[in-house]
């Protein structure tokens, strides 16, 4: 699938990191604290005014005496973040009383009329503000991720062209700046349209950076094909595959259970490129060796790495220390726990899912209480590792409302207003034609993460010692104290 090259020696170059000044220079506008009550009166105004005649709002809005400023501007489009004609109707108001737009304020219109999805007038605006000379690159994102979003491919090329018509250029790096943002928000498809359209009509040239990006966009959603598509002209066209281009490819080779290429891809940039191969690469390697139960070959690895002079970090030795519970070696687990000095959280986790999936859930909850005694706090992924290994995953079945799980769950959901997935999931527990689904820990903490919740827990872990539960008594009240509410988890 993806074609093997020899490595050359790596490019002191990745992409072009210059920035494109604006035209006209303007000095910082000093921030000016917004009147609570003026910001009150304009925004009802905005609300209940916005399709009354222009003149009448413009009435009702002089009466309000406010300080219009750029902060104040600001403020009014957070009230309405997706909803463009009270905003845009404010915009006209403020170009009757000599206000001065940045490019600040006009981004923030921007993202506002982009996140409604009123392409025409978006359109309208992208060449006003190319003619006020006030683009920059967050001009550029947010304008080219509402076209994309909205399936708007040519607009979003014709975008490019038309700053170039208003002086800004064909600039690499704003492109690069683009793609990337692109395939951060999975829009990778749309982001290869822009490349090649821009390359083909030779615009700009897309360089090693560029294509770096569509080939992690790519195996973000999962598309293995045109990642290697992409990784291949990349090569054809002379440029230096990155090694955190090679994890990328690997982590999703890893994901989708080709063991086999993931590794073969390994051994390539051992043998051709072993210089660069760091701390991250061991770690991802050694890491899925061991969810994969293939404890022996990540010993390899391990040893490997030791050798080259690197180090392993927690997460490495927490890989290593489930690998050991997961084939029942126990004693050589805890070896590896104890003599790491300062352990953090990822260490603790490895040993919790060891321990729970040999079925030794109390042996996992004394090693909750010993993170929290040496001040590593648990997150929500280990509570939910701890309930899963103590309750099962179709959670605890019981006659008392109190240690039944899905009495809970249905109560929590309702209270949530979830009434619909309350019904369907009473629909499945009590048809027995169709098997019970798996119990979802997290949705079940997550509603009751509230004031309600922490006064519930405490009632269950009093009712789940009174039946000899003293671990999931433990747990719970863990849970009410430190992780119900966010000013819980906030100052923990």
């Known amino acids: 699938m993806i074609r093997w090259i020899q490595f050359r020696n790596p490019s002191a170059s990745i992409s072009s990191l210059h920035h494109r000044l604006n035209s006209t220079t303007t000095t910082p506008n000093p921030i000016t604290p917004v009147n609570p009550s003026h910001l009150l009166k304009v925004s009802t105004i905005l609300y209940q005014q916005q399709n009354s005649p222009e003149s009448r709002f413009h009435t009702s809005l ?54 409604s999805r009123n392409i025409d007038l978006l359109w309208d605006l992208v060449k006003e503000i190319g003619q006020r000379q006030l683009v920059n690159d967050k001009t550029y994102k947010i304008v080219v991720k509402t076209l994309a979003s909205a399936r708007e491919m040519k607009k979003c090329v014709d975008f490019f062209h038309i700053m170039n018509g208003f002086g800004y250029g064909y600039e690499l790096g704003t492109l690069n700046k683009v793609v990337d943002m692109l395939c951060g928000c999975k829009l990778v498809e749309e982001a290869k349209y822009i490349v090649n359209k821009l390359k083909d009509g030779g615009s700009v040239k897309p360089d090693g950076f560029t294509y770096k990006c569509l080939i992690r966009g790519f195996c973000d959603v999962g598309d293995l094909v045109d990642a290697s598509k992409i990784w291949n002209l990349l090569v054809d066209e ?50 899925w060796m061991c969810r994969k139960d ?48 300062n352990p953090d959280i990822s260490v603790y986790h490895g040993l919790v899912k060891g321990l729970w999936r040999l079925k030794k859930a109390n042996e996992a909850t004394n090693v909750f209480r010993e993170m929290i005694r040496r001040g590593c706090e648990p997150t ?17 079945k019981g006659n008392d409302p109190l240690i039944n799980f899905d009495t ?72 009410g104290q430190k992780m119900a509410t966010r000013e819980q988890r906030r100052d923990r």
């Open 380 to 396: 929500m992924h280990t509570y939910v590792m701890l309930l899963q290994g103590h309750l099962g995953k179709r959670g605890r």
């Open 294 to 341: 293939k404890l022996g070959h990540a010993r390899m690895v391990f040893d490997e790495m030791r050798e080259r002079g690197i180090e392993p970090d927690c997460e490495i030795l927490g890989s290593l220390i489930y690998g050991f519970l997961s084939k029942a070696r126990i004693r050589e687990a805890y070896a590896i726990a104890e003599a790491i000095d």
């Open 238 to 287: 002379g440029f230096e595959v990155e090694i955190d281009a090679v994890e990328k490819m690997m982590d999703t080779l890893f994901k989708t259970n080709r063991f086999d290429e993931a590794m073969k891809l390994f051994q390539s940039v051992r043998i051709n490129r072993i210089d660069e191969v760091g701390l991250s690469t061991y770690k991802l390697v050694i890491g």
């Open 408 to 479: 809970i769950f249905v109560g929590g959901l309702v209270k949530a207003g979830k009434s619909y997935e309350a019904t369907k999931y009473i629909e499945r527990v009590t048809n027995r034609g169709l098997e019970v689904p798996r119990f979802d820990y997290n949705r079940f903490l997550h509603y009751y993460s509230n004031e309600e919740g922490i006064i519930m827990f405490d009632a269950m872990s009093k009712k789940l010692r009174e039946v000899g539960l003293f671990d999931l008594g433990d747990i719970f009240e863990r849970y």
């Open 62 to 115: 002089n009466h309000c005496n406010f300080h219009l400023t750029h902060e104040f501007f600001l403020q009014i489009c957070n009230q309405f973040p997706y909803s463009w004609k009270p905003i845009y109707k404010f915009h006209i108001f403020t170009q009757t009383h000599n206000f001065n737009h940045t490019s600040i304020t006009l981004n923030k219109m921007l993202d506002v009329i982009g996140k």
